[in-house]
């Protein structure tokens, strides 16, 4: 990946954040006439720069198809979007809620305000390189926020043309760009932002967190980690075989969401790999120079899927490269990795240790649903979880009996693609969520408005001169 530098020194990233922090002071409630002129504008800026973005999507990629550009970058953009100017007027709305007893029937009033907190910085990963920064932008703009992106410097093309687009359509104080590597994103985490919203992997969250601390800036986590698939009894083979392969291949594997491994009872196994097989030979008939299937990022990935491949190899595990051409596994300037399926995998290798972010997918068989079940449990709370099979019984097992971010039954990566429901992970796949409604509350802060009675009588009880009458009035509060 070659691109123009755009690299901001320390004192322009300073300067953009004081401006947008001062604009953000001045106007401490944001009306909903400008939310929705701010809305407008993104609106107008992602369908004026659709093509653009998907272009230097796949140019930054090497070969990325523009109908996944456009379903899960572009359109889920606009779909927050859209579901912010719908709902906006409601979610502003202050809350009426009960002030405590006795305090309601001596007419206190209380409502809940969600006030903007400011400035919310936005850093992005590159698999999704505009939608992991616009699609929380849409919240925190929902939210009456200034908002700073930086998007990552791994698809350089498209945080430029991004950059572009943003700075055609908003003012600088209002929504910003900066562009850079990963020092931009520590001179940026350096700053007391009002939240900082952070995609990405685990080990550079960690180091967000730290720096966070000196300001004690509040923080949305957007992280990965392994999303398993358990392909119960009752399970439609050949369906779910094919939409387990179209997550896993979906960016040629590089999604948050993707499914990482498959478990699968025992019996069913071989079955199940030969529906894998076909299910991703009719998607794609051959993989080289094939425009719908993407290629690994940049040559760093590509040697890490290679390394995880030969540490699994090494250490026992059989391997199954699903090549439906024949065609030579490297072909000199082609981007892709074949898909394979992996089998007797154990822990000790590092496939089984960390993301896989490709197009791998270890396949583990099980002998009853409570040992996938207990596989999933003793390992970090996952962002996804998939289970496949039609069995009510079994699907509410597997849904009661593990927690992660998300859980689709018999499809992949719908409860991510949800304006009404939130996203988000848990434990090591992160924490807070956004999209919709759920995105406009963790970009707004909730403010108590308690409002007294002109009779006041609530602290009557409370205020010296104490008696005998207060002693026991308070006393008998004290119940079950
Ligand atoms: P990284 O953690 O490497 O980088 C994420 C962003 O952080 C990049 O913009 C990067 O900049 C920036 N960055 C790196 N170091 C620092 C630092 N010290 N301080 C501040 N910012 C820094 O993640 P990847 O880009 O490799 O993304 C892959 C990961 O993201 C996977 O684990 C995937 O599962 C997860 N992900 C999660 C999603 C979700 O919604 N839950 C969605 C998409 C991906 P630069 O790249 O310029 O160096």
Known sequence: MTAPERLLATQDIAT???????????????ALSIRLDRIERALAMMVAHCDRLCAVMSADFGTRPKEQSLAIDITATIDSLKTARRNL???????????????GILG???????????????IGAWNFPVGTVTVPMAGALAAGNRVLIKPSEMTPRTAAALADAVAEFFAQDEVAVVTGDASVGRQLTSLPFDR???????????????????HLVPLTL??????PVIVGN?????????????GKLLNAGQVCVGPDYVLVPKPLREALVSELVAATARMFPRMHGNPDYTDIATDAHRQHLRALLADARDKGARELVINPANEPLEVPGSGKILPRLLFDVDDDMAVMQQEIFGPILPVLGYERIDEALDYVNARPRPLALYYFGHDAREAKRVIDGTVSGGVTVNDVLLHAAQEQV???????????????????REFSTPQAVLRQSRLNLVWGLLRPPYTPFKLRALRALVSR
């Open 422 to 440: 939130p996203f988000g992970g848990v434990g090591a796949s992160g924490f807070g969520q956004y999209r919709g409604f759920d995105g406009f």
């Open 196 to 214: 900082i919203v952070f995609t990405g992997g685990a080990t550079t969250a960690r180091h967000i967190m730290r720096a966070a601390a000196e």
């Open 234 to 246: 009752r399970a439609d083979l050949p369906q779910a075989a094919r939409q387990i392969m179209f």
């Open 89 to 103: 007027h409601k979610w502003m709305r202050p809350e009426r809620r009960a002030a405590n007893f006795p305090m």
């Open 16 to 30: 953009l954040f004081d401006a947008q922090r001062a604009a953000s002071r001045t106007d401490q409630q944001v």
């Open 108 to 122: 206190v009033r209380a409502h809940v305000h969600h006030r903007p907190l400011g400035v919310v910085c936005i």
């Open 222 to 227: 957007e992280l990965g980690g392994k999303s």
